[in-house]
């Protein structure tokens, strides 16, 4: 992917997740937890069905490849058990706002390359030493 291609998806990425959180706070702060949830279900099934459009031939290669290794298995477990995220999401966002989950993503960055150093997946490099100092004063100043 050329780097031109890969600014124009982060800030696509970007733009649509900014605006997503702000309907997200809205509907958080005048509903409960199972309605957002019944809606982040209709969003898997939405998923899900352009996923079989788009790319219909690759879940059943999928699945044979994700269930015959036990690592795959393990990956998934984790990633599913992960998924307790949502709620707490959902109560910062109903106590603080989504401008203080936003707080929490910045620390989600620097936890992640934490984590790549530790694991050492060798994707840690200048680049994210810089983005990590600079995220942490990011959180430093913004909090004040």
């Keep these: 992917m050329t ?5 124009m998806l982060g800030l696509s990425l970007g733009l649509t997740t900014a605006i997503g959180c702000i309907f997200y706070e809205k509907l958080v702060t005048n ?3 199972m309605t957002i949830a019944f809606l982040k279900l209709i969003e898997a099934l939405l998923i899900v ?13 999928d699945v044979t490849k994700f269930t ?3 690592t795959y298995v393990r990956w ?11 709620l ?30 530790l694991f050492g997946d060798q994707k ?10 600079l995220a942490l004063f990011s959180v430093y100043f913004i909090s004040k």
């Design 76 to 86: 998934g477990t984790f990633f599913v058990l992960t998924g307790i995220t949502s």
């Design 88 to 117: 707490l999401w959902y109560l910062i966002t109903k106590k603080q706002g989504v401008m203080a989950g936003s707080l929490y993503e910045v620390k989600y960055i620097v936890m992640l390359a934490l984590i790549y150093i």
């Design 3 to 7: 780097q031109l291609k890969s600014q």
């Design 124 to 133: 840690f490099n200048i680049n994210t030493a810089v983005g990590m100092v």
């Design 49 to 61: 069905t352009l996923s079989f459009i788009i790319f219909p031939n690759s879940f059943k290669s």
């Design 68 to 70: 015959s290794d036990i």
């Design 31 to 33: 509903f409960s937890f």
